[in-house]
């Protein structure tokens, strides 16, 4: 019999590290499983004097596959060796053999100055992309100041799909040019029906001196 109340003073369940309590199957007691919409690490990379960062399917324990629904990676404080270098990703669909997938974009930037002064949201139409196979810029000029970075997030959806585009969104913060933050929101989509593989991010010039990408993995 299905349960339609509940009431408890405790539930009598056995804890199980890293697993979530929910409703059995049939929806008349509890058990431990793993979450819907749970995120499941995969991978970090560490920059130090990197030229680039890329995460491969089925390399260094990477999945980027059918595996789950939506991939997350997580930027955290990207440092560039350059002053004013751009942050980039591009994608491939031969195991990062070549990053040069037909990709088109939108992309905005909000930026504040910190004595309140300057201040300006715009749509940047020299930024965006459009059937192109450049890599993308996720947020540009980017200070190489000693607490100058880049943090952000980049959601990827169902890579390995033959059927569909590959749509991506992306939302970056950077403090930049000594005194302004600056906030990058880029959508977009990979126009080809093969799958996604790999996806690797550098910056526009010189090397990532330091900084963290986390990759996670949403069903």
Same mark, same amino acid.
């Given at each position: 019999? !299905?349960?339609?109340?509940?009431?408890?003073?405790?539930?009598n369940v056995t804890p199980v590290a890293n697993q979530a309590i929910k409703f059995n199957s049939s929806a008349n007691?509890?058990?431990?499983?793993s979450a819907g919409g !749970?995120?499941?690490?995969?991978?970090?990379?560490?920059?130090?004097?990197?030229?680039t960062l890329s995460?491969?399917?089925?390399?260094?324990? @990477? @999945?980027?596959?059918?595996?789950?629904?939506?991939y997350i990676f997580v930027f955290n404080n990207m440092h560039p060796a350059t002053d004013g270098a751009n942050f980039t990703f591009q994608s491939s669909?031969?195991?990062?053999?070549?990053?040069?997938?037909?990709i088109t974009t939108t992309y905005f930037?909000?930026?504040h100055a910190e004595n309140g002064s300057d201040q300006s949201l715009?749509?940047?139409?020299?930024?965006?992309? !459009?059937?192109?196979?450049?890599?993308?810029?996720l947020i540009n000029e980017v200070g190489n100041d000693n607490d100058q970075s880049c943090s952000g997030l980049l959601h990827l959806f169902n890579p390995s799909?033959?059927?569909?585009v590959k749509h991506f969104i992306c939302d970056v913060n950077s403090y930049f040019n000594a005194n302004y933050n600056m906030r990058a929101l880029t959508a977009g989509y990979f126009n080809t029906t093969s799958a996604i593989d790999a996806l690797q991010f550098k910056m526009s010039s010189g090397n990532i001196d330091s900084g963290t990408i986390t990759l996670y993995g949403i069903n």
């Open positions: 019999m !299905a349960l339609n109340k509940l009431k408890f003073s405790s539930i007691g509890f058990e431990t499983g !749970a995120m499941t690490f995969i991978k970090k990379l560490t920059a130090s004097s990197s030229s995460f491969v399917d089925g390399s260094s324990s @990477v @999945v980027l596959d059918n595996t789950y629904k939506e669909t031969d195991s990062g053999s070549n990053y040069n997938t037909t930037t909000a930026f715009t749509y940047e139409t020299g930024r965006d992309l !459009a059937q192109s196979t450049s890599f993308k810029t799909s033959t059927t569909f």
